[in-house]
């Protein structure tokens, strides 16, 4: 069982450039999160969907957006890359939003842009 | 928005015991989550706090007060493989996590 996976595990971008990071859960589950992770920030929400068909903008949305056509996959595409969004972004899962339904964190992409 | 504080760093010695301090501020309350990240790795849930007191598991402990806004995160019985950062989440009305910076916790020999 691979659990949640991410693709790239890092990648180098030119600013300007459009880019698409991928989740994929095999968990079956409900939710799904995208954050990123920045140095004495902690992790932020960029945006979320609590069920296939649905999403939401979260903390951070701004240069991001968000699909989920069904229950496995939830990329983040950047669509015009600037250097602020270099970062580590991590893709979550969980079965639902309310009670002790912790969130389960791929391995993280590690995104530089240039 | 969402406040939440917890110490930067902390350094304890293998065997001892060390408590992580969280504070919040959050619109609403649905839960705590503590999470531990090891450097370069993807955060692993720890524990659950929704109701007022301790939940026990193993060596790891978390306590919630939620009219102070305050949560512990207890680390008995040190092991060097318990250095890493620890998260606290709070889970707002909304039903989305808001994360604290995390504390970087080192244990020495």
């Keep these: 069982i691979a659990g949640i996976t991410q693709a790239p595990t890092s990648q180098i971008l030119a600013a300007g450039r459009r880019m698409t990071l991928r ?6 589950h409900n939710a799904m999160y995208w954050y990123r992770q920045d ?10 969907s609590n069920t296939a068909g649905t999403t939401g903008k979260g903390e951070v949305p701004d240069g991001y957006s968000v699909s989920r056509a069904n229950t496995d996959d939830f990329p983040l595409t950047l669509a015009s890359a600037v250097p602020s969004q270099t970062s580590v972004y991590f893709c979550a899962s969980s079965e639902g939003t309310s009670g002790a339904n912790e969130q389960f964190f791929g391995p993280g992409t590690r995104l530089t842009v240039l | 928005g969402q406040n939440i504080d917890q110490p930067t ?11 992580i ?3 919040y501020q959050t619109s609403g309350f649905n839960g705590l989550f503590w999470y531990q990240q090891h450097a370069g790795e993807a955060p692993t849930f720890l524990s659950y706090n929704v109701l007022d007191g301790l939940e026990e598991k193993g060596r790891f402990s978390s306590f919630l007060s939620r009219s102070k806004g305050y949560s512990y995160l207890l680390l008995k019985e040190l092991q060097m493989k318990d250095s890493a950062s620890y998260l606290c989440a709070v889970r707002d009305s909304d039903y989305k996590l808001s994360f604290g910076a995390g504390t970087t916790v080192t244990v020495r020999a």
């Design chain 1, 23 to 28: 989740c994929t859960q095999d968990m079956r």
């Design chain 1, 39 to 48: 140095l004495g920030l902690g992790l932020r929400l960029i945006h979320y």
């Design chain 2, 9 to 19: 760093e902390m350094t304890a010695t293998e065997g001892a015991i060390v408590q």
């Design chain 2, 21 to 23: 301090n969280c504070t």
